[in-house]
């Protein structure tokens, strides 16, 4: 590699990092204030705890913005190299384009690589490890879920007000139960109170003094046309709030997500040797079957796209040749929704397994890879 390759390959790997490090905040910042922000400011995890979480939120974050960061890198590096007609100077020297991109090319079989390992590994077992130690840290800790003053809707099926907390003892506590479509069924008023966690239920057990119950109609509880049943109790201790939806996380979709190639290789397995299921069953487990198959292709593409991006955006930075970094990365924004869209439209028919959409997931790789060599060979033929 002489100079020039050395040049265009920092240049670009520079412009690349510092774009890779803030796509994957903007990646990773939703699910930080979402999932940690709370608990951080309850007490219920430690601040180191915070930071190795958000570290992990990150790692899986680099899986979406490496190919964004690679295309925003080639075309801000390459716009401002053309628009300083540093690469006329280089074609005026006998360079071919393909010969000025080859450092290009490089780093993104580079960060192809990478990205795979990512993908396949370092992520999945990021998102794995994040669930652990969030559990974890919020079971050590299951009362600083109550936060005084606080309207706490953290809970699948309640929703929790105190007025003050001292330990485990609680004063104007408001408790509302909800069903299914969050509408209110009961709501529970007390002077005071305790709140303790029974970990054999992973439930937090309420006990209420002085309470006042208030009961609507199960099957229409937003009908007021009906006086709701409000009897007065001097102890209530039959409430439970299960931490199983904040903790445990049981849904197939996610869990599937999570799994590192050798254990998704194995649900695959699993799935496939599993005994057809009565005809009712069947659509469900063929949609279990195809969206792993998806969540592998998937993961394989989000590798190729490095690569691709990489090639679409040598000739759109030379062809561009702007200076200014806003319309580099608006024309790399609009270019990376529609890669995204494109993938999020195929994986929606993971319940037509007759389509086969983990093959049709490769289309917005080859349409990209297309229309990079079909650009590559008419600025190359100028």
């Not at 953290?154 to 506590?173: C, H, M, P, T, W």
């Not at 040797?273 to 069953?281: F, K, V």
Request: net charge positive.
């Amino acid at each position: 590699m002489n100079l020039l390759d050395r040049h265009l390959f920092v240049s670009v790997l520079a412009t690349c990092a510092a774009a890779v490090g803030l796509f994957a905040f903007v990646v990773a910042l939703p699910s930080v204030v979402k999932e940690l922000l709370g608990p951080l400011l309850a007490g219920t995890i430690s601040f180191g705890t915070f930071a190795h979480l958000v570290w992990l939120i990150f790692v899986f974050g680099i899986c979406y913005a490496l190919p964004s960061g690679m295309l925003t890198g080639v075309l801000l590096t390459l716009g401002r190299l053309s628009a300083d007609s540093e690469i006329t100077a280089m074609r005026s020297a006998g360079l071919s384009l393909f010969r000025i991109a080859r450092p290009v090319f490089l780093l993104g079989g580079a960060g192809a690589a990478l990205a795979l390992y990512i993908n396949l590994e370092a992520s999945p077992r990021a998102r794995m490890e994040f669930q652990r130690e969030l559990a974890a840290a919020v079971r050590a800790n299951p009362l600083n879920f109550i936060v005084p003053k606080t309207f706490i809707r953290d809970f699948k099926d309640s929703v929790i007000y105190v007025g003050e907390k001292q330990g485990n003892v609680l004063r104007d506590i408001w408790l509302w139960e909800l069903d299914s479509q969050r509408r209110v069924q009961r709501l529970v008023r007390a002077e005071s109170g305790r709140i303790d966690y029974d970990e054999a239920t992973n439930s937090l057990v309420p006990t209420l003094l002085r309470a006042k119950t208030e009961e609507r109609d199960s099957d229409n509880p937003e009908d007021f046309s009906k006086s709701p049943r409000a009897p007065s109790v001097d102890k209530a201790a039959d409430l439970r709030i299960p931490l199983d939806g904040y903790l445990s996380r049981k849904n197939y979709r996610m869990k599937i997500d999570w799994m590192p190639l050798e254990d998704l290789r194995a649900e695959q397995a699993r799935l496939a040797a599993a005994p057809l299921p009565p005809p009712a069953e069947q659509k469900e487990h063929f949609r279990k079957i195809t969206e792993s198959k998806l969540i592998l292709q998937e993961r394989f593409n989000l590798s190729l796209a490095v690569l691709s991006f990489a090639l679409i955006g040598v000739p759109l930075g030379i062809k561009v040749s702007r200076r200014e970094t806003s319309a580099n990365l608006g024309l790399a924004l609009g270019l990376v929704l529609g890669f995204y869209l494109l993938t999020v439209m195929i994986k929606a028919l993971d319940e037509r397994p007759a389509l086969h959409p983990e093959l049709l997931l490769w289309l917005p790789n080859l349409a990209f890879i297309g229309l990079g060599l079909w650009l590559f060979s008419r600025i190359d033929r100028r």
